[in-house]
């Protein structure tokens, strides 16, 4: 962690940290909307999920852990990637038909899908958040951030600087 009370991001950003097994929704949100806003981590993000059919929420769960000093074995992530088999179907075809509609639609109306998606987004997280606080964290060993990169597609491997940036990783 960052030496203080365990719920200061190592990034210094006031974001909560995840305590070891007990990741929390309002923790990760709030991490993901700070490091999502970043310019360059959401286009690696938008990378990552239409060129390499990567899971956002995933990727940017990793990348919290990682910037609090843990990780994950490939077994632990293989479950975190089953855990998303129902909500990643939902998700994706709830995008495919958002970005269908986008030019029938009024500008209300296109607002409210995405806030609907935002809810699919914060479901799926919940239940990453379940499988993950199941599994064994890591103190050392390879990043698990780069190693979901490695397992979409070795190409995407390039995306794993990005999508850690700004933060004070170890």
Do not use: I, P, V
């Given at each position: 962690m960052d030496g203080t009370s365990g719920t200061t991001g190592g990034n210094g950003s006031g974001v909560p940290s995840p305590l070891k097994q007990a990741a929390t929704p309002d923790?990760?949100?709030?991490?993901c909307l700070h490091h999502y806003s970043k310019q360059e981590v959401k286009h690696a993000s938008l990378k990552l999920q239409d060129s390499f059919k990567g899971n956002v929420n995933?990727?940017?769960?990793l990348v919290w852990l990682e910037d609090a000093g843990f990780t994950l074995s490939a077994h632990s992530l293989a479950a975190?990637?089953?855990?998303?088999?129902?909500?990643e179907t939902l998700l994706t075809r709830y995008?495919?038909?958002r970005r269908e509609l986008k030019p029938q639609l009024s500008r209300g109306a296109y607002q409210k899908m995405l806030n609907y998606e935002l809810t699919l987004e914060k479901f799926q997280q919940q239940e990453l958040l379940a499988c993950i606080n199941q599994q064994p964290w890591?103190?050392?060993g390879p990043s698990a951030v780069e190693l979901y990169c490695e397992q979409l597609d070795i190409a995407a491997r390039y995306l794993y600087p990005t999508l850690m940036k700004g933060l004070n990783t170890r």
């Open positions: 923790g990760l949100w709030q991490f995933l990727a940017l769960l975190l990637r089953q855990s998303l088999t129902h909500s995008r495919l038909m890591l103190d050392k």
